[in-house]
Nanobody
Framework: VQLQASGGGLVQPGGSLRLSCKVS????????IGWFRQAPGKEREGISC????????FYDDSVKGRFTISRDNAKNTVTLQMNNLKPADTASYFC????????????????????RGQGTQVTVSS
């Protein structure tokens, strides 16, 4: 399994960025995948996840109403649209996946998502 992230960068507060994660190697679409972030001195946190088969989603309270996760099954891509970015969103972001099915929907609990791609930096600053 390979996960390749792209996007990120420097943006002013209130701005928008889009992160994409290209997925390959899964033998079926029934897996959970999402975006996680880690800022210096802080723990890794799951901010938004999606089941690649049925589209059920999870959002952390800190990003609800601002971030939108989606998947494109034809392109094997998961996208995170981030709007109204805040300085507190500054972190290294990476996509990660879990091949453990959760009947309640994606948990976005970091220890469960062991298949990880490389990180991309998001900096929100004026």
């Amino acid at each position: 399994v390979q996960l390749q992230a792209s996007g990120g960068g420097l943006v002013q507060p209130g701005g928008s960025l889009r992160l994409s994660c290209k997925v390959s190697g899964f033998t079926s679409n029934n897996f959970d995948i999402g975006w996680f972030r880690q800022a210096p001195g802080k723990e890794r946190e799951g901010i938004s996840c999606i089941n690649f088969s049925d589209g059920r989603t999870f959002y952390d309270d800190s990003v609800k109403g601002r971030f939108t996760i989606s998947r494109d099954n034809a392109k094997n891509t998961v996208t995170l649209q981030m709007n109204n970015l805040k300085p507190a969103d500054t972190a290294s972001y990476f996509c990660a996946a879990s091949n453990s099915y959760n009947k309640y929907g994606p948990s976005c609990y970091p220890p469960v998502y062991g298949l990880r791609g490389q990180g991309t930096q998001v900096t929100v600053s004026s």
